[in-house]
Nanobody
Framework: QVQLVESGGGSVQPGGSLRLSCRASGEVFTINTMGWYRQAPGKERELVATITNSRDTEYGEAVKGRFTITRDNGRMSVDLQMNRLKPDDTAVYLC?????????????WGQGTQVTVSP
């Protein structure tokens, strides 16, 4: 079992910045990819950014150039720095971890943290 604790989020004006953090605990030694997804009301869940154990990153098209994902394997945490936020970034942001395939373990999701961007 893996437990995910998210922090950060909140409300900000357009153009502002926020930082999300997610820390994993429990059976963390088989975690490969850590990252963030988001889901806005009435929309499908979408990729925000992921980072693998070897630091390969992937970003959703909507956030490229504005968001940066980093990872600290010592703390088993993943941070998402969000700059130049737009109203369209408003969503619940969910932390996600994916285990190495050989582990046979499932993916895990956090509870989610709300990000609201409005004037």
């Amino acid at each position: 079992q893996v437990q995910l604790v998210e922090s950060g989020g909140g409300s900000v004006q357009p153009g502002g910045s926020l930082r999300l953090s997610c820390r994993a605990s429990g059976e963390v030694f088989t975690i490969n990819t850590m990252g963030w997804y988001r889901q806005a009301p009435g929309k499908e869940r979408e990729l925000v950014a992921t980072i693998t154990n070897s630091r390969d990153t992937e970003y959703g098209e909507a956030v490229k150039g504005r968001f940066t994902i980093t990872r600290d394997n010592g703390r088993m945490s993943v941070d998402l720095q969000m700059n130049r936020l737009k109203p369209d970034d408003t969503a619940v942001y969910l932390c996600h971890v994916k285990n190495f395939q050989w582990s046979g373990l499932p993916d895990y999701w956090g509870q989610g943290t709300q990000v609201t961007v409005s004037p």
